[in-house]
């Protein structure tokens, strides 16, 4: 069988992205997270908000390596696999993603080490400084890699002069129409990550007895912050749609299963999209609503994906049921919300069992909405890479051979199975041992050098008189 070359690409850079995209999503609210930890430490040297930092800043140590590690080699596949876009869009998108490393990484980088290493060696003041930058770092590395990315769905601000993209104007390329609402989603979807993420093993923690007053106050925090968050969500998500419809009709076309341009446009709970047909099979739906929703009016004209060629068309199965799982997560996440704002009456929320247990498993679902939403905006931009502009076929390295393609896919997903599982293994490890020993005043061998993820590694030894002696050299 003749092996693809531009699908076995397109294959290995979704593999590659979706699996990297699950720890900055991350990442970005857990620094946020750290920093307000550390204000309130700061503020009033509470030694539960102490303990809750020290904790996750061991969980952000692993998460941010395994980051580090997935996201370095995308960039390279700019060059081994797309070399044609590369070349193309060289100078806009080369100096976003330079800008990404020197104004993001290397912040995060310089301060994430005193954040790591740095209490009881630096003054409490510098400690919550390098705690606020590092959430600094994360939200400007991802306002560069969203700007370039949304600009290849709502491309302004360049020209496109015999196969290469000329920057006009960076203000207007930079700020491109789609970016302001991409932007705002995606802070938004890392807050509700990590905010589901904490309430979960909280939760855990709480239904096992352990540093309950801590976790109570920690579980609090994030209900607090999802009462907001969730539905201010699927306000801006609204928004998000409507901006999408202008720029990208067709996108919205499959996301809502709809095949002709017509009125009255009813929200499909369940059908069966069927591309070599043009049709869709076992309809359920509500009427008139998906006309309501994207255009607020009950008769509002929605576009239909018979509006351009069917090679035109993405795969709409795809991004028709990606849509929906990500809007029902999230229509689940407000309704959890809203629980525990009802449970709030006599501290049941932290008393709870099907509550508890109800979070430990809303603690995965953020990642499956954000993988859902990045297949609705990348899927449905197809067959285009940049919209309107160059599609994947054009982009694709003209050399690459399927064999070549294949060989690097795989090795890809043996490299990040290693990765996943040792990264796994070691937030196991922090989750066991949990934040009882989570802080110390004074670490023995203080003075020795660091080794990798020794920040999110503690262990237990035991002395003639059987106490536990944390400590964080990795010995057994």
Not at 153 to 180: K, L, M, Q
């Amino acid at each position: 069988m003749e092996l693809d070359p531009l699908l076995l690409s397109r294959i290995q850079f979704a593999f590659v992205v979706s699996f990297h995209a699950i720890f900055p999503v991350f990442t970005i609210g857990l620094a946020s997270y750290i920093a307000v930890l550390e204000g309130l430490a700061f503020k009033t040297g509470n030694p539960s908000w102490v303990k809750l930092s020290a904790f996750w800043t061991k969980v952000f140590a692993v998460v941010f390596g395994m980051g580090v590690v997935s996201g370095i080699v995308m960039s390279f596949q700019f060059g081994t696999n797309w070399s044609n876009f590369s070349q193309a869009s060289a100078n806009f998108l080369g100096p976003m993603l330079s800008y990404e490393v020197v104004t993001a990484f290397f912040l995060e980088a310089a301060f994430l080490g005193v954040l790591l290493f740095g209490r009881d060696k630096v003054p409490p003041g510098v400690h919550l400084l390098a705690a606020i930058m590092v959430a600094v770092g994360t939200f400007i590395s991802s306002f560069w890699i969203l700007s370039a990315n949304s600009w290849m769905h709502t491309p302004a601000g360049t020209e496109f002069r015999d196969g290469v993209f000329y920057v006009t104007s960076w203000s207007e390329a930079i700020f491109n129409p789609s970016f302001p609402y991409r932007f705002a989603h995606m802070v938004l979807a890392s807050f509700l990550t990590g905010s589901f993420v904490v309430a979960g093993v909280s939760a855990w923690y709480l239904l096992k007895g352990r540093e309950v007053e801590t976790n109570r106050k920690a579980l609090s925090m994030c209900l607090w912050l999802l009462l907001f968050i969730a539905p201010t969500q699927a306000v801006v998500g609204d928004f998000h749609g409507l901006n999408t419809m202008e720029h990208q009709p067709v996108k919205v076309a499959a996301m809502e299963g709809n095949w002709e341009t017509s009125r009255n446009v009813p929200l499909l709970l369940f059908a069966i999209p069927d591309q070599e047909n043009q049709t869709n099979h076992f309809e359920v739906g509500i009427p008139s609503l998906a006309s309501f929703i994207l255009t607020h009016e009950w008769d509002g004209e929605v576009p239909g994906l018979n509006e351009v060629a069917v090679e035109e068309q993405p795969p709409v199965a795809i991004v028709f049921w990606s849509f929906r799982v990500m809007v029902g997560l999230g229509l689940l996440m407000i309704v959890f919300a809203l629980a525990g704002l009802m449970l709030r009456a006599g501290g049941r929320y932290w008393q709870t069992p099907w509550f508890l247990q109800g979070l430990r498993l809303m603690s995965i679902t953020p990642f499956i909405a954000v993988l859902a939403g990045w297949f609705v905006t990348e899927i449905g931009r197809a067959p285009w890479l940049v919209y309107g502009l160059m599609t994947h076929s054009e982009a694709v390295t003209p050399s690459l051979t399927g064999g070549m393609a294949l060989f690097s896919l795989i090795g890809y997903i043996v490299v990040y199975a290693l990765v996943f599982s040792a990264g796994v293994y070691y937030l196991m490890r922090v989750l066991y041992v949990g934040m009882e020993n989570s802080y110390m005043d004074e670490e023995p061998n203080a003075d020795r050098p660091k080794r990798p993820f020794s920040a999110a590694h503690v262990s237990f030894e035991f002395d003639d008189n059987s106490t536990e002696k944390p400590f964080n050299q990795g010995r057994h």
